[in-house]
């Protein structure tokens, strides 16, 4: 057994201990019994729970050198309530390859990410996946751009607003130039994601909806994202440029926080229009 082995078993049986012991009869419909020692689970229960015998888990738990299927694994997860960074620590600990929830998509934001875009106000932000799902925006993101849910995915998706929309209702003045990179861009995700069903619909219903993107896709170029100047059109005060900036989201996995910044004072005014447009349109004291 390698040394990396030997130090991963007790982190393991520790790991599993700790999750155990927060999980009451009650949170998986049991009723609590009596004579406990402590409000978690007991090993016969959580092994039950997870299909797997009492002895196997037990072992598991004493980080003996045991093999353990990412089924099992997840089975235990599931009966442990971990999350999805846990669940990847489990595996890790476990040594066994890591495959991500194939519905794993991050759909949701913490009010603390929501409070941080709406202080980057006047500056346009919002919240992207790997997939370009639309987590979260600001109000002066909302000035610029309305992003509808995309019928299948129950979350508003740029990259299929942007394909689908009619070219003259399209808010970038250069598609031809952004939407081959941006499709870059999700190529470079799609590599942690292949064989996903959740990914591999996305790709397909998108592919189906727009012969453009499905020539994209089938170029296989791939970019990271990166910054750059934008331009954009608004039917109420005309075209403007701002470089779109990616920030990470500590507990995110794949998230990233998109900043707009105004690339010139033409700009920085026109989206002081816009705001103001909104504010006499839906004064605060109405919306708060």
Known sequence: ???R????????AAFLRSRRARVTPADVGMPPGLRRRTPGLRREEVAQLSGVGVTWYTWLEQGRPINASPQVLDAVART??????????????????????????????SPEVQAIIDALAPMPATV???????????????????????????????????????????????PEKELPLM???????????????AWEEYIRGLSAASPWFAELWASGEVVPPRPRVKVFR?????????????????GMPECRIVVYTPEDEETR??????RERRERLWPPALTS
């Open 80 to 109: 442990l309530r971990l999350d999805p960074p846990e669940r990847e620590h489990l595996y890790r600990l476990a040594e066994v390859p890591f495959e991500p929830d194939p519905e794993g998509l991050t759909r949701r934001i």
């Open 234 to 250: 608004h039917t109420a005060v005309g075209e403007m440029r701002m470089t779109s900036q990616s920030l990470s989201i500590d």
């Open 128 to 174: 992207y996946n790997s997939r370009y799902d639309v987590l979260a925006t600001n109000a002066a993101y909302r000035d610029l751009f309305s992003v509808p849910e995309t019928r299948g995915i129950g979350v508003p998706n740029v990259l299929w607003t942007l394909f689908t929309l009619p070219r003259r209702a399209c808010p970038l003045v250069h």
């Open 1 to 3: 057994m390698g040394t």
């Open 269 to 274: 005014a026109k989206i002081a229009v816009l």
């Open 183 to 197: 499709v870059a861009t999700l190529r470079s995700s799609y590599g942690r994601h292949v064989g996903e069903p």
């Open 5 to 12: 082995t030997q130090r991963r078993r007790p982190e393991l």
